[in-house]
């Protein structure tokens, strides 16, 4: 065998090695999702054999129409929760990506006192465990009024995320070439023209970003709904899983149904968005 | 078209004060060349023009317009940036068409304004294009269409050919010398490299660390510089300057060697004066192959040897050792020499310069 041939063999043997070993990795992370979908599925006493039952015998929708099916027939508020879940990530999320390219701008553009000693606070908040949080987090509230409001929820929400959002955004402003926003005040731009036709359209990506991990902190969220949450009028999808916890029994195939119904639309959305997260727009602005 | 005149423009970023009260005067159409090493204030002072930068002091005015505390927007200038400073998510199109759109032209008004700069700048075969798909020469193209498009009172460029290659360099250089020439409105260019000065501008403005040493025509400041840095930073290779004392009609240099004191300026100088002489390499020569005009009146001859050289083809660079220093000289008509080689330099002493070792003035005036 020639030395081409042989080379061609080594390359052929590790093309094929890589895809086996990505399937192998690829099967690691998605097999939690896959046993979530399956165990929405079938029965309990499937879920809980021992040892586990890897092909189902028998499956059904059971779980998901019980779930809609209203309180008395095994159903829980599965609408009120999908609501409040819905208003709360998604107004937290516009608040906090708001604040955040305000503070990312000020932060990637001007000098000003105190500049790094702020921005070393802002990420020192990232440091605090959330649950080390909920209970002082909850005496506010309490004495504010604002348990079981949205409104309590979203300022939670809002506070949690924008360290992160800031950060992020900040990042990709720094990306985007000063030279820029100046070429398009030259080109007759306002401040705030130069702002919204030129910087916003190549930090892009980088929003885009902050609002999907912003939203999806939101979405997921468990330790401090399961706080300030009391009822129907703000509880979340996931303080909501606990309503198939009873004093003896836990539904765990119901518990996945809803699981499923979490993350179709957390699914859904990062999809849509995901083309906008596209990095290297700005390749090409300045230079040869 | 416009005028631009600065008086007593001041920067300063806290206590630092960067450039200090300039005074320019640029007259309708013309072509002129802020110059000098990094951090004289020639950026500072063409972003204040801009207005880019707040200004500390003094006064900008365009066209017989005060505009020290206009927005960039309304001072009708455009400027060509050192990083061109294309909008990546715009074609070419776009980017020429930008702004024309912010000031809300018509479709038409705008498509014949783009149609136009693009033919200046032989633009069409890119419109549909992104920055990021253009060489570096035709993104250099696009932002001075960019420019020409709004129809400025005031061009302002900023290094712009710093990035390219020294090909593309020239020949981007002639291009903007053709652009003037059309468009025939006032520049105002921004460049540490004085080929660059020298070859475009009507006048040139030497800056160092934050004031004007000349201004001048390109022929004023290589033949007349009124400063020791002008004659220093003029001219490549550069002029050769040596400290020297004024000594018995003659100047004696450090270490002894001594040069007769240029007719011109035994007038201007006295027994015991500190003195730098300058003398370009066009002007100190191998005795045989300068630029003999045959109307020397005052060259001085003495035999130095050669301490390297450097062949360019058509002429030579011929390092002699003077005091010992290397003086650069240049000789035409190159014959081959070695180091070590005794050869007979002439000094052509009426093209000679003598300034002030003190304050660094020409003592020609």
Same mark, same amino acid.
């Given at each position: 065998m020639d030395e081409n041939a042989s080379a061609r063999l080594i390359r052929r043997t590790l093309t094929v090695g890589h895809r086996v070993g990505l399937f192998l990795a690829m099967l690691v992370i998605c097999l939690p999702g896959i046993w979530i979908v399956l165990s929405s599925l079938r029965p309990t006493v499937e879920i809980m054999a021992k040892p586990p039952?890897?092909? =189902?015998?028998q499956l059904s929708f059971d779980a998901y129409v019980a779930m809609f099916?209203?309180?008395?027939?095994?159903?829980?508020?599965v609408l009120d929760y999908f609501r409040n879940s819905l208003i709360i990530s998604v107004t937290s999320t516009v608040i906090a990506v708001a604040i955040g390219m305000a503070g990312g701008y000020a932060f990637a553009r001007y000098r000003f006192r105190g500049k790094s000693g702020m921005f070393l606070g802002l990420m020192l908040t990232?440091?605090? =465990?959330g649950i080390a949080m909920s209970l002082p987090l909850f005496f506010v509230c309490a004495r504010l009024g604002i348990i079981d409001t949205h409104f309590g929820m979203i300022l939670a929400y809002v506070a949690l995320n924008i360290p992160f959002t800031i950060w992020l955004i900040d990042g990709f402003f720094r990306q985007v070439p000063k030279d820029l926003a100046e070429a398009a005040q030259i080109d007759g731009c306002t401040r705030w023209q130069a702002f919204w036709q030129v910087e916003f359209p190549l930090a892009r990506p980088g929003i885009a970003s902050a609002a999907i991990f912003a939203f999806l902190t939101c979405w997921n969220e468990f330790a401090l709904a399961s706080q300030l949450t009391r009822s129907v009028n703000s509880k979340t999808l996931p303080v909501g899983?606990?309503?198939?916890?009873?004093e003896f029994t836990i539904d765990w195939r119901g518990m996945c149904a809803l699981a499923v119904v979490m993350i179709i639309p957390a699914l859904t959305l990062t999809y849509i968005v995901q083309k906008h997260l596209v990095g290297g727009l700005t390749s090409g602005a300045v230079k040869g | 078209m416009a005028t631009v005149s600065l008086k007593r423009l001041t920067k300063r970023y806290g206590n630092m004060?960067?450039?200090?009260g300039i005074d320019l005067d640029i007259a309708d159409r013309e072509f002129i060349a802020l110059v000098g090493?990094?951090?004289?204030g020639k950026s500072t002072t063409l972003r204040m023009i801009a207005g880019l930068e707040d200004i500390s002091g003094g006064n900008i005015d365009i066209g017989g317009r005060?505009?020290?505390?206009?927005?960039?927007?309304?001072?009708?200038i455009s400027m060509v940036f050192q990083s061109y400073?294309?909008?990546?998510?715009?074609?070419v199109r776009e980017n020429l068409g930008f702004s024309l759109k912010i000031a809300g032209a018509a479709k038409d008004d705008m498509d014949r304004r783009v149609a136009e700069a693009s033919a200046i700048l032989g633009l069409d075969e890119l419109?549909?294009?992104?920055?990021?798909?253009?060489s570096g020469g035709q993104r250099q193209r696009v932002a001075m269409g960019r420019a020409i498009v709004r129809d400025p009172d005031v061009f302002l460029f900023d290094e712009?050919?710093?990035?390219?290659d020294a090909k593309l360099r020239t020949q981007m250089r002639t291009e903007i010398k053709k652009l003037h020439a059309k468009v025939k409105s006032t520049v105002i260019y921004v460049t540490h490299d004085q080929v660059e000065a020298m070859t475009l501008a009507d006048r040139i403005v030497i800056m160092r660390s934050g004031y004007i040493e000349q201004v001048g025509t390109p022929d004023e400041v290589f033949s007349?510089?009124?400063?020791r840095f002008v004659a220093g930073f003029i001219g490549s290779p550069p002029m050769n300057l040596h400290e020297a004392t004024v000594s018995d009609g003659r100047l004696v240099f450090s270490r002894g060697d001594s040069l007769p004191l240029p007719g011109q300026f035994k007038s201007k100088t006295a027994a015991g004066d500190k003195v730098v002489f300058g003398i370009r390499p066009d002007d100190f020569y191998p005795t045989g192959h300068g630029?003999?005009?045959?109307?020397?009146?005052e060259v001085h001859r003495l035999d130095l040897p050669v301490s390297i050289t450097e062949p360019l083809g058509n002429e030579t660079l011929v390092f002699a050792e003077f005091n010992g220093a290397d003086w650069v000289s240049r000789m035409l008509n190159p014959k081959p020499l070695k180091a070590g080689d005794r050869i007979g330099m002439s000094f052509d002493l009426s093209r000679a310069h003598l300034f002030s070792a003190e304050t660094g003035k020409s003592l020609r005036n």
């Open positions: 039952v890897w092909i =189902p015998q099916s209203g309180i008395g027939k095994g159903g829980i508020p990232r440091t605090v =465990p899983l606990l309503d198939y916890t009873a | 004060e960067i450039v200090h090493p990094s951090g004289c005060v505009v020290n505390d206009l927005p960039p927007r309304s001072r009708n400073a294309l909008y990546p998510h715009m074609t419109l549909e294009r992104r920055p990021s798909q253009l712009p050919l710093s990035n390219l007349r510089p009124a400063t630029l003999s005009s045959g109307g020397e009146t």
